[in-house]
């Protein structure tokens, strides 16, 4: 299995600027990793998604903000979110589906991922 950890969730005003980073440890050849993010009584929502061949996605509500991109080892996912508004607030999530690439049902279903992180907590506040 893949571990993942994220990182660098905090609070922030709305219009200001978070990284988030996931560290990932065992990924195989193929993958397709994602953010999805979740607020208390409601379905985990897909953000971004990117895999092996370097083929990104994103959810209209936050393409033109949030990039999605992973460093040069491609040990670590990162999601560079900027123009923060308060409906962005939610736990964010990295996940992974392993020995395939993202396709358009990686986006919207989280139940494609077999490997979660912890979460890390992103508030804006208004």
């Known amino acids: 299995h893949v571990q993942l950890v994220e990182s660098g969730g905090g609070s922030v005003q709305a219009g200001g600027s978070l990284r988030l980073s996931c560290t990932a440890s065992g990924l195989p050849r193929y993958y397709c990793l994602g953010w999805f993010r979740q607020v208390p009584g409601k379905e985990r929502e897909g953000v971004a998604t990117l895999d092996s061949r370097g083929d990104a996605a994103y959810a209209n509500s936050v393409k033109g903000r949030f990039t999605v991109s992973q460093d040069g080892a491609k040990n670590i996912l990162y999601l560079q979110m900027n123009s923060l508004k308060p409906e962005d607030t939610a736990m964010y999530y990295c996940?992974?589906?392993?020995?395939?690439?993202?396709?358009?049902?990686?986006?919207?279903?989280?139940?494609?991922?077999?490997?979660w992180g912890q979460g890390t907590q992103v508030t804006v506040s208004s």
């Open positions: 996940g992974v589906e392993e020995n395939g690439w993202c396709y358009s049902w990686h986006l919207t279903d989280s139940s494609k991922y077999s490997d």
